[in-house]
């Protein structure tokens, strides 16, 4: 029965395959060029542990990462081999744009809406970028879109025990991936559930007493590492005030090379970190998910306020409620907002724009096709930006060159000095412990992370001994002259 409707789904939907087996290979093909950097190399040194069965801890100390998508590297490293980081990017890229295919199916009843937004998730250049390295947000936005293409079947289908089941065990599994994220996602999962059971009456209030319980048992073993990730984000970020910095001038060039101002404006201030990451929200969504996209969704959004919340397609609550309790945690976080942060939000708004198209392409033919076409324009344009610039960076080998020369030349038990670089990627590589005060035996100095130091009098009594450089960064190798 099983193995019948695999294979009628095969044959039905074979150009879906084909494309998310096109687009697995694509990913994994450019992913060869990008080494493992910054958190990719912290998720891979833990994942090695795992591996060779030294538990959830960094080289030299423990982790307070989420542990899910370290173990998803051990297993790949051990199936793999040197090779880990390219399955798991195919497989991560593929199993993406099937599980959204068939969550975009359920919700919206059409093939076509579902195809639409498959595709234009593809080359949406936030999706894009971020396929193409070793992070946790995509396999988090995978678990999570499935989790919620399986809360959508709990719903709509008949089978409620089993599917209570899956839903359960994959939203556990985005927690692990993604600690905030994961907990947001089952707040929402707990006020949509309610919401439906006020309002249809016919929810059973046990379906979701048995999804929190198997999520508790799933998490349960991990308690220890969870506790160290809260009390380092509250002893970091909780207990600070942190800042933005918003800076701005408009000026001209004269022959002579000296800055002109042509217009008044010249802003220099420190204000909220809040300030900064809504700024920084409506930045991504105009620039790396769409312009045309995100007006849409406004667009959505006005028209639903408009009609009084009538009249709105099944599960469109949900996503409403998903996106918008997201948008709000993350401006009020108080910590720094990088771009990717926003990869599970962007499923919400593709989905509102493939179903718009469809809704008007009877009466507005023309105007869909251009929407179409402008839309793929810029999707492809950013991408070819990102790949002058973003790729770019992601691609330097300087510190896996870096790290391989101290693990060539220095004794295991050397400590060195980290300046201005991330220690976890030389930690991968050279296999060296590094502190951050000090005057140990080795320095690595570097323009990866500019920090605000006097560098000159913290190695004034170091010499230079290995200088790494490419066209984007530099790491410089000192050792103490008093060994």
Known sequence: MCKNRVITYIIKYKWVLLFAILYSILVSSLSLTMPPNGDSAT?????????????FVLNYGPSSDAPGFPMIIALSMILFGDFFIQAILAIMAFFLMLVFFNFTKEITNNEKIAAGAMIFLALTPLVFYNSLLLISDIPFLLFSIASMWVYARFLFKKNKKTYTVLWAILTGFSILIRYMSGFLLILIYIIHFLYLKVREKKLKLKYLVIFLLIIIIIILPFLQIIYNAVAFISNNR???SPKGHIALTIEGISEGGKGLNLLPIDIDIFVPIQVVSFLRICAVMLLLISPLVSLVFLYRLYDILKRKFASMPRFEEMLLLWSFAYIIFHVLYPGPLAAR????????LIIFFSRFIFSIWKKHRKLVILMVI????????????????????????IFAEAGNWLKENTAEDSEVLCIGLSCTTINYYGDRKFVKEGTPEYAMVSDFRPEEMDIESMIKDYELKKKFSDDMYYVKIYKLTSH
């Not at 926003?342 to 499923?347: A, D, V």
């Not at 402008?374 to 080998?397: N, P, Y």
């Open 238 to 240: 909780l207990t600070s």
């Open 374 to 397: 402008i839309q793929l324009i810029i999707s492809c344009s950013v991408i070819a930006i990102d790949s002058q610039t973003r790729w770019k960076r992601s691609q330097t080998r």
């Open 341 to 348: 942060y926003l990869l599970p939000i962007t499923p919400v």
């Open 43 to 55: 998720y891979s040194e833990i994942g090695k542990n795992i591996a060779k069965g030294n538990g």
